[in-house]
């Protein structure tokens, strides 16, 4: 159907297979670089260095070596995938708690200093880390909390991006649900770990997701905190590889490669958690 | 004790003191600190008041200005790229053309990038822009008989190397803002406009646009910000601080440089100022103008 008047008036179904093409391969150029690292975990290290990813690739060379290499000989890898991943569960049940805890406080009461405290939570959402990462590596040194991972926790667990998205789910919880369970004699506390954790699980799943994913990549911070080489997580550890003396380019490629492996495992699980979760900063106008 | 747990005047207090003590403990001490330090020289421990000499410095220093150039070129091709692109594409995803299932790929397959560390980005994008004839880009721009490029190695090329990576980490992220913004905006509006006879491009222009606007307004500032404040994509791509001829060198890469890597406290104190108080300067006029504060706080 084509509007007289209308210049080069393509019909739907060309017009379909055109955008149809065109999402197809934007959606393959945007996995390229992913390709390209799993294609690597077959190469030899030293040759992907030198000449970098490439279209030439020699099929017959690919091997399973690097595999080999990284089940029985990859020094602290395994050890630095533990110290991720018990880090970022800790972090998530922890932000989880205690940002929600906040949220709650924002959305449910009437108090002093309430708009002065969201304002505060409002310019926290877009004041980036890197700004304080100065300062506070200052005070890990001074108080000598290097490779301390209460110290990589802590800053985090009130996280303002987190306690934004929850207030905006606790304001759509009808107030009567609190007063039933005053009247019922349920302290304030008891209603919010009774009452409202168990109906805002989709929030919470949303919000794991997000900080799941951000502790898992988190990079800057960790950097400046741990020092010691069995301390570190995926993301420092991948990095001291990348040196133009390294001597272990495989588990530098191979090693990157099994660290996106659970993100992506969840992401296929759980889409819509994730979408719904890296977007939760946007305000709703 | 049992009055405190049924107190309904002291419980919101209760439940927003973590936030008010990160707040207090991990940002406003910490920024105090940092502006009381941007007005010393700090030495091995040792303090002595300067005055404004660090900011002095700052303002004569030729390499600061070059990493705020930097900063701030990034920025605003940044904002060229990845907003209008991903406007466009959510534009895309959202119309009732082609077929749900590639829409659905097509989604997916550009939040992955979103979900990988900054360090596997780094990583592999530095060996697909490997300098020699081998490498990926270089392969690929020898089709149309250019090349080979010594990408990280000169300023204008490397700045490329870093846009690709800023545009496949983000488009898909500020894709899905704008896919939310707009289903977000009534069918109707579409369904007047068609009867009227709009062309698809008029609906774009005169109906999705102007309603996408708190997700632009919100977008904008947040790629302004992630611009100005860009270290880590630059770290990873030159893995390291240092570039050839500093082409790399952002605002927060020299603080870096300054404070922890040479430990001039004082020095990397006022570049750190500086740009808060950018940011911050920025971040207050959007909020403002956009209304948030009123509509947010009043809630």
Same mark, same amino acid.
């Given at each position: 159907?084509?509007?007289?008047?209308e210049?080069?008036?393509?019909?739907p179904r060309v017009?379909?297979?055109?955008?149809n *093409? %065109?999402l197809v391969?934007?959606a393959l150029?945007s996995l390229v670089? =992913?390709l $390209?690292?799993?294609?690597?975990? &077959?190469?030899?290290?030293?040759e992907?260095?030198?000449q970098?990813?490439?279209l030439?690739?020699d099929?017959?060379?690919l091997?399973?070596?690097?595999?080999?290499?990284l089940f029985?000989?990859?020094?602290?890898?395994?050890r630095?995938f533990a110290?991720?991943?018990?880090?970022t569960?800790v972090?998530?049940?922890?932000?989880l708690?205690v940002?929600?805890f906040?949220?709650?406080?924002?959305?449910?009461y009437e108090f002093?200093?309430?708009?002065l405290?969201?304002?505060?939570v409002l310019l926290?959402?877009?004041?980036p880390f890197?700004?304080?990462m100065?300062p506070?590596?200052?005070?890990?040194?001074k108080? *000598? %909390?290097a490779?301390?991972?209460v110290?990589v926790v802590?800053?985090? =667990?009130a $996280?303002p991006?987190t306690?934004? &998205?929850?207030?905006?789910?606790f304001?759509?919880?009808p107030?009567?649900?609190?007063?039933?369970g005053?009247?019922?004699?349920v302290t304030?506390?008891g209603?919010?770990?009774r009452?409202v954790?168990?109906?805002?699980?989709p929030?919470?799943?949303?919000?794991a997701i997000l900080?799941?994913?951000l502790a898992w990549n988190?990079f800057?911070?960790?950097?400046l905190v741990?020092?010691?080489p069995?301390?570190?997580?995926l993301?420092?550890?991948?990095?001291?590889?990348?040196?133009p003396?390294?001597?272990?380019y495989?588990l530098l490629?191979?090693g990157?490669?099994f660290?996106l492996?659970?993100i992506?495992i969840l992401? %296929?699980a759980?889409?819509?958690f994730f979408v719904?979760g890296?977007?939760?900063? $946007?305000l709703?106008? | 004790m049992?009055?405190?747990l049924y107190?309904?005047?002291?419980?919101p207090y209760?439940?927003?003191?973590p936030?008010v003590?990160?707040?207090?403990v991990?940002w406003?001490?910490?920024v105090?600190?940092s502006?009381?330090?941007?007005?010393q020289e700090v030495?091995?421990?040792e303090?002595?008041?300067v005055g404004f000499?660090?900011y002095?410095?700052?303002?004569?220093?030729?390499?600061f200005?070059?990493a705020?150039?930097n900063s701030a070129?990034y920025?605003v091709l940044?904002?060229a790229?990845?907003?209008?692109?991903p406007?466009?594409l959510?534009?895309l995803?959202c119309?009732s053309i082609?077929?749900?299932?590639?829409?659905?790929?097509?989604?997916?397959?550009?939040f992955?990038?979103?979900l990988?560390?900054?360090?596997?980005?780094?990583?592999?994008?530095?060996?697909m822009?490997?300098?020699?004839?081998?490498g990926?880009?270089?392969?690929i721009?020898?089709?149309?008989?250019l090349g080979?490029?010594?990408w990280?190695r000169e300023?204008?090329?490397?700045?490329?190397?870093?846009l690709?990576?800023?545009?496949w980490?983000y488009t898909?992220?500020?894709?899905?803002?704008?896919?939310?913004?707009i289903?977000?905006?009534p069918?109707?509006l579409y369904?007047?406009?068609?009867i009227d006879g709009?062309?698809?491009r008029?609906q774009f222009?005169?109906i999705?646009i102007p309603?996408?606007?708190p997700?632009?307004?919100?977008?904008?500032t947040?790629s302004?910000y992630?611009g100005?404040?860009?270290f880590?994509?630059s770290f990873?791509?030159?893995a390291g601080?240092?570039?050839p001829n500093?082409?790399?060198l952002?605002?927060i890469g020299?603080?870096?440089?300054?404070?922890?890597?040479e430990?001039?406290l004082?020095f990397a104190?006022?570049?750190?100022?500086?740009l808060?108080v950018?940011?911050l300067a920025?971040?207050?006029?959007?909020?403002?103008?956009?209304g948030t504060?009123?509509?947010?706080?009043?809630r």
């Amino acid at each position: 159907m084509s509007a007289p008047g209308e210049r080069r008036a393509l019909s739907p179904r060309v017009y379909g297979l055109i955008q149809n *093409g %065109l999402l197809v391969l934007m959606a393959l150029i945007s996995l390229v670089p =992913l390709l $390209a690292i799993f294609v690597g975990t &077959f190469q030899n290290g030293n040759e992907i260095i030198r000449q970098g990813v490439t279209l030439d690739i020699d099929w017959g060379a690919l091997t399973f070596d690097n595999y080999r290499m990284l089940f029985t000989d990859s020094g602290y890898y395994f050890r630095w995938f533990a110290n991720t991943l018990g880090l970022t569960i800790v972090t998530v049940v922890g932000t989880l708690l205690v940002s929600s805890f906040v949220a709650y406080g924002f959305a449910m009461y009437e108090f002093k200093a309430k708009r002065l405290g969201f304002i505060g939570v409002l310019l926290l959402m877009t004041v980036p880390f890197e700004m304080l990462m100065l300062p506070l590596y200052v005070q890990v040194n001074k108080f *000598g %909390l290097a490779d301390s991972y209460v110290m990589v926790v802590i800053p985090f =667990l009130a $996280a303002p991006v987190t306690i934004f &998205f929850f207030r905006q789910y606790f304001l759509g919880i009808p107030k009567e649900l609190l007063e039933a369970g005053r009247v019922d004699g349920v302290t304030e506390f008891g209603i919010f770990f009774r009452l409202v954790v168990p109906i805002i699980r989709p929030a919470l799943a949303a919000m794991a997701i997000l900080n799941g994913m951000l502790a898992w990549n988190n990079f800057l911070w960790p950097l400046l905190v741990l020092r010691s080489p069995q301390n570190f997580t995926l993301p420092i550890g991948l990095n001291t590889l990348l040196t133009p003396y390294g001597n272990n380019y495989e588990l530098l490629i191979i090693g990157s490669f099994f660290s996106l492996i659970p993100i992506l495992i969840l992401f %296929l699980a759980f889409q819509r958690f994730f979408v719904e979760g890296m977007t939760a900063g $946007a305000l709703k106008g | 004790m049992k009055q405190l747990l049924y107190s309904q005047r002291l419980a919101p207090y209760l439940f927003i003191a973590p936030f008010v003590i990160t707040l207090v403990v991990f940002w406003m001490i910490p920024v105090g600190q940092s502006v009381v330090m941007s007005t010393q020289e700090v030495l091995y421990g040792e303090t002595t008041p300067v005055g404004f000499r660090n900011y002095e410095r700052l303002w004569q220093d030729r390499l600061f200005w070059q990493a705020l150039f930097n900063s701030a070129r990034y920025m605003v091709l940044t904002l060229a790229i990845l907003i209008p692109i991903p406007m466009v594409l959510a534009a895309l995803v959202c119309n009732s053309i082609g077929s749900p299932r590639i829409k659905n790929f097509f989604k997916a397959s550009l939040f992955v990038p979103a979900l990988t560390s900054v360090v596997v980005a780094g990583i592999v994008f530095r060996l697909m822009f490997a300098e020699t004839g081998t490498g990926l880009m270089n392969q690929i721009i020898s089709v149309i008989g250019l090349g080979p490029v010594r990408w990280l190695r000169e300023d204008v090329p490397g700045l490329i190397a870093l846009l690709a990576l800023a545009t496949w980490r983000y488009t898909g992220v500020n894709t899905m803002y704008f896919i939310a913004g707009i289903q977000s905006i009534p069918g109707e509006l579409y369904e007047a406009a068609s009867i009227d006879g709009a062309s698809r491009r008029q609906q774009f222009f005169r109906i999705t646009i102007p309603n996408l606007r708190p997700t632009l307004v919100y977008v904008t500032t947040i790629s302004i910000y992630g611009g100005l404040a860009m270290f880590l994509e630059s770290f990873m791509l030159y893995a390291g601080n240092g570039s050839p001829n500093n082409q790399g060198l952002t605002v927060i890469g020299y603080l870096y440089r300054r404070g922890i890597e040479e430990n001039d406290l004082g020095f990397a104190s006022a570049v750190g100022v500086v740009l808060l108080v950018v940011i911050l300067a920025i971040n207050l006029t959007q909020l403002t103008l956009s209304g948030t504060f009123r509509k947010e706080a009043d809630r």
